[in-house]
C-alpha cells in the first residue's frame, strides 16, 4: 500500500489527475492517525522511518507542484506525529534531557561513520561540537564535499535506506539522499519548546499555527498521545 502510494507521488505529473491527489491526500491523512494512536503507532512509526518517508514526500513531484498547498499542508501535520517526544512502545513522553540525549546519540553516530570512513573529508564535521552540525546548512556544507558514490555509502554506514523497488518509482538521487541525511539528523524542537516559544495572543503568522494546535487538541480528546 505505502508502495503504491509513493509510485502516485512519483509518478509524471503530465497528465495530471486530481484522482490521484486526492488519494495522496487521503493516505497520508490515514498514515497521521495512525501515528496519532498509540496502540498503531508502535507498529507503524518504524516502518515509515526506515522508509524514509517524509523525505520521500518531500521531494517528490507531486509535493513540490505549486498548486498541492493541502498535500504540503498534511505533510507538516504528519511530520508533527512521526517526530513526536514519546517512546513508540510505552507512550511516555521524553524528558527534555531525554529527547536531546537521543538527538546527540544520532550525531555521534554520524561523527564516528564521517571519523572513520571519510577522515580526509569530513574530518571538521567529525571533530565539530554538536550545535555547529544540527543545522540544515551546516550540515548540508560538509556533505557537499562527499561524491554521490560515497554519500550513498555513508547512508548505509548510517542505517538509512537508499534502495527502493521499482514499483514505488522513487529515485534515490542525491537530492533524496542528502534530504534524509539532513531530516535524521537535524535539531528539532519538541512539543513543549514550540509552544513556550509562541506568542500568548495570536498574530498574522501565528494564527494558522494556533489552527493547527486546535487540530492536534482535537486529536487528544479522541485519545491520541498528544
Given at each position: 500500500m505505502v508502495s503504491h502510494n509513493l509510485s502516485c507521488l512519483w509518478a509524471s505529473l503530465i497528465p495530471f489527475r486530481s484522482d490521484k491527489l486526492t488519494y495522496c491526500e487521503r493516505f497520508i491523512e490515514f498514515l497521521t492517525d495512525l501515528e496519532s494512536q498509540l496502540p498503531t503507532r508502535r507498529y507503524i512509526n518504524t516502518l515509515l522511518v526506515d522508509l524514509n518517508l517524509l523525505p520521500v514526500l518531500k521531494m517528490s513531484p507531486m509535493f513540490n507542484e505549486d498548486n498541492n498547498g493541502q498535500?504540503?499542508?498534511l505533510y507538516n501535520l504528519l511530520q508533527h506525529f512521526?517526530?513526536?517526544?514519546?517512546?513508540?512502545?510505552?507512550?511516555?513522553?521524553?524528558?527534555?534531557?531525554?529527547?536531546?540525549?537521543?538527538?546527540?546519540?544520532t550525531l555521534a553516530r554520524l561523527q564516528k561513520a564521517a571519523l572513520k570512513h571519510f577522515k580526509t573529508k569530513?574530518?571538521?564535521l567529525a571533530l565539530s561540537n554538536y550545535a555547529a552540525i544540527d543545522k540544515r546548512t551546516e550540515l548540508e556544507g560538509h556533505l557537499a564535499s562527499l561524491t554521490d558514490g560515497e554519500l550513498e555509502e555513508l547512508c548505509v554506514l548510517l542505517g538509512l535506506r537508499t534502495?527502493?523497488?521499482?514499483?514505488?518509482?522513487?529515485?534515490?538521487?542525491?537530492r533524496l539522499l542528502v534530504e534524509?541525511?539532513?531530516?535524521?539528523?537535524?535539531?528539532r524542537m519538541s512539543f513543549r519548546e514550540a509552544v513556550g516559544k509562541m506568542?500568548?495572543?495570536?498574530?498574522?503568522?501565528?494564527y494558522p499555527v494556533l489552527i493547527h494546535l486546535k487540530y492536534?487538541?482535537?486529536d487528544c480528546r479522541a485519545g491520541h498521545p498528544i
Open positions: 498535500l504540503r499542508d512521526v517526530y513526536f517526544s514519546i517512546d513508540d512502545y510505552t507512550g511516555a513522553e521524553y524528558t527534555h534531557e531525554e529527547f536531546y540525549d537521543a538527538h546527540c546519540k569530513l574530518t571538521i534502495t527502493y523497488p521499482r514499483s514505488s518509482r522513487v529515485v534515490a538521487d542525491r534524509v541525511v539532513l531530516i535524521t539528523h537535524e535539531r506568542n500568548i495572543l495570536p498574530t498574522e503568522v501565528g492536534v487538541a482535537t
